[in-house]
Structures are given as C-alpha cells and as structure tokens.
C-alpha cells in the first residue's frame, strides 16, 4: 500500500465530521443551497460530505475547490451563491450565512507526547496544538507532568482563537512566555515554524499521525528574515499587497503605509492579490513588496522581496538612522 | 545584457499605452479610484501607469497583482473597490465601470511574415493573430501575396473579436474554412496550439519578437485529447467546475452536465474554482472533471482527466453505446 492510498485513508476515517448536525442545521435555517469549503488536508472529504448532504436533504451542493488556509479564508464568492456555507476545520465566529464547522481528529496523541519528552530540555513547558487536537490536551499535560514537567497551557487572544493551547498559523500567543520551550502537537511544520519565528523560542514539533519529531529551532528563521529587511534597504519602489479575502483585507494598514512610504519619498504602489505567489510578485516587477495580508506568506519567498507591516516599518526607521 | 533585461526594455517600450486617453476617461467619468488590470506579459507595466495616473490625476491607483487571460478574466474584487477599472489589452464591451484599454505592438511584423513563407505549404492561407498587431495585419497580407498566395482574412465571431484577423486563446472562428492551412502572427504557442486543436489545421506560427517559426501539428493535440477521453470511461465521479469569473461563470452549462450525469447515474459534484490548477484538482480527489470555465485550461493537465463539455457530451454517447 502507498504513501498517498494510506493518507488518503487517513483522511477518510481520522477525522470525525457529524453529517447529522450539518443537515440538521440546513433544515432548521430552511437552506435550498449550501457550499463546502475545506482546507487542503480535508479537500478529499468533500465528495462524501457532498454526496451525503444530497442524499439526506436533496438540495444542490457547491464544493470550493481551492483548500483554505484560515477562518480568515472564505470563498466570498461562494458564500454568495448559497444559502449556507459551512466553513469546515478552523474555528471562528458565525456570520450571516457562514458556519464554521470545527473537526476533531481521532488520532491518539499520547504516544508522541511520550516520545517527545526525550526531546525537552526546559523544565516549563509551553503545550499547544491545532484545534483538530484540542480536546486531547489534558491528557498530554498528564504525561508531561508525570515526567516531571512544568506545563503551561492557556488560551490565546485573537480572532477564530476558543480552545486552551490552540495556536493558528498566525497567532501564538497560546505560548505562555515563562515557558523554557514549547511542545507542539500536530501534522507539519507551517504551525511550529509559525510558533518558533513569532515567539523566538525552541519549538519540540510532534506529529500524532508519522510519529515524527523535529526541533525548530527560531535563529535560522530569525535570520533570515533579517536578510530580507536588509535586501529591503535599496529597494526604491514596494508593492503594498492588499487581500480581498474577507479576514485579511486591510486597507487601513495597506493606506498607513502607503502614507508612510509617501512621507519617506518612497514610491509604493497598492496591489490587489488574492493567491499571492511568487510568480506573480515577479511579474510586477517591484523592487519589494509589503504584505498586510497573512503574515505567514513570507515564508514562501525565495527570490522576492516581501516584507509584513512590522517589518517595513522597522526598515523604515533603519532608513532614517542611515540618513 | 541578459535576456531577461532585454524581455523587460521590450515590455517598457514595445506596447503603446496612451495615458492622455486614460485620464481623459477619468476626468469624463468625475472618477475618484482607479484600477489596472493587465496581462501576465504586461503586468510590468503597471507601475509606470499608476505613477503616471497618480502623478496627473492625483487619486488613488490599485493594481489587480494577478494576470488576466482575457476579457472573461475581470478582477471583480477590483471592480467593486474602484470607480473605475482600466482593463488592458484585451477588447471587449465596456460594462458599468470596466472600460477595455486595447494595446497596439510597435514591433514590425513583416520581417517574420517574409521568412514565414517557406514553411508555408498550401495556396489559401488563413491569416490570423492576436489583437496587439492586428494594424498590421494588412501589410502581412500584402507580403504573402507578392510570393503568390490567396489570403483569406476574415472577422471571426463571439465575444471580445472586432478585428479583421483577430483570434483569441478560446476563438479561432477568424480562421476561413476553404483555407489550406494558417499562418498565424504573434508571441508565444497558446494561440497558435488553440487554433491547430480547435480547427484541426496546421499552422505556421511566426513571432515578430523572436522571429521565431514553428509549425503546430493538429494530429498529437487532437490525440491527446482523445487519451483523456478514453480514459474518462472509467471514471466513477466527476466534478464539475464552475467559474466564479464572471465572463467565465456558466451556471447554465454546468446545470446541464449535472443532470445529464444524473440521467446516466453518473455520481457529479459541483465545484466552484477561480484558478483551475492541477494540484487544486488532485487535492478534490474526484476520478475526473468537467470544466465550464476556459476551453483552453486542458493543456495544463497532465495526470488530472479534465474535460470540456462537449467531450463531456461525447463520452456520454460512447457510455450509451457501450451499453
């Protein structure tokens, strides 16, 4: 059996979607349509949540075909086109005709916690993890306190933040700063690397599903983002990236800084970009770029120039010291 | 000077864009925002007109960071943030406060047009090219005339076609049938392997850039085709992609596939996709896939069976037949 039969299995049986709740929702707001939008991981449930929804409630079904990366991610057009939109994966408050639909995984964390603690070298521990493990939580603070670990778990602020110890892509602010270090429990290293550059501190990374551990440690990150802002020094035009996804439109941000490029003598230009890839910041061809969209977009840069607000005005005030 | 640097002083000064018209349609229309929409082969272009606009009109400029396919492929987001969209070379119907900007070529056509002739093979040759040269498209007609041939020019039909000549990536119907073969003027393949696929003939292509002439083949696109359709027999479900791009969006097209799935009880999803990319659809997981968007989109895939509607149609009858 392959790699990809077996994930794809996974993906059918690990995580627990309640179809019932889904059609019982429809018929109580009385939906003739509905849309599905799933991030990438979960894209391949679609058919059968589809397919399902169909069956027990014979009204048309619209997926989005692009995964979504947040709750700050909606299919605007689709939300548009249907009667409901459930929003499946990440947590978030309702509006209008968008539900979120939180999914719980069914792996069992334990093990990798047990095997991660051979990696901790500080006595307090951050614990943190995506909401897809949430509930499990306390049973890893268990073993961790067993082995004699101080552990540190509390709530994050921000939008789409519920759950004790859940972090997002960007936001960890679950990460109690007294920690030593950090212990994340989840699949890939968007989350921990998020972690690690966001809160300068050593993140144990322990996947529930490959077993997997690996340290993230935050310097390289660190740095790398200051040879960007270094790179940024000669730039003499920026792109100002705006988002028209509905969570990351910041066209307040998007004019301070086009007013403070304006009060530097620094031409900037407003860009709107919904996917932002490389490829297309290559073919505008600005010097640099500034990101007020999500600020885990930099990570994806090899050639470009792309820096978030923070970091343009940090440059900025480097560009004064330097006269 | 690299080859990148020369592409780039190409796109700066080969395309003509009259600013004085732009903010003259400004002024007209008492506009207060502006946007700017152009190709992916323009794009780098943008930043010179925001300036230009910003610097003449003093009002705020956004710039649409993807590149757009054609006069079906309009920024909405951007549409509804401005007072009024510029969308550039591309002709279409202007629309509430979507005005087409066309862009004429400075480069001179003739000298490819001259060097074209010996790969050209019947007598009636169709003349076809995009719609930046089509000022030009007399003089290349005069050129193959002298070497002893019959042109045939003629005004194709469907959206976004007013030129004598003019072809599109999805619209070849410029081409005249009693033609031996095409000879078609312009940059890159997408036209001229649109064209070969579309009206089954061979065409000589010549770019005035390059200087460049190849010649397209029908036989191995027409084949290809065939290949995904054969294989589309065995695909238990589809999905059925719906454009959210307004000059794409087909609701219509997509409602008759579904049902026509239903009528063969073939299982078929609906499924809203801005960006039809390979990876978007293996992440979806479905068997194949019918689009209603851009004809064009399925000579991108390679491991994905995606179909067009009327192959759709097609494999519907070979089912039938096969009992």
Redesign the interface.
Known sequence: MSFYTIL?MQQETDYRIDIQHLTELIDARGAKSV?LQLP?GL??R??SI??EIQNRCDI????????CYGACDI????SE?VDLLFHFGHSGEDRENIVFVEVRSKVNICPVVQSAIAYLEGDRIALVTTIQHVEMIEEAKKILETAGKEVLIRCGSGDGLRYEGQVLGCNASAVDPRSDEVLFIGTGLFHPKGIASLIEKKVVAADPYTKNIELIDPEPLIRRRWVFLEKALDAH?F?V??S?KIGQYKQNVADEILKSARDHDI?A????????RED??I????DAYVNTACCRIVDDMRKVILLNPDEFARLLRMRDRMG
Chains 1, 2 share one sequence.
Do not use: C, F, Q, W
């Open positions: 794809k849309g990438e894209l391949r679609a058919r589809s397919k048309p079904v619209i997926i989005s075909g692009r995964g299919d605007t057009a689709l086109m035009h792109g990236i705006l028209p031409e230009h407003l860009i709107l970009l919904d996917e932002i297309a910041l073919n505008l061809g600005m």
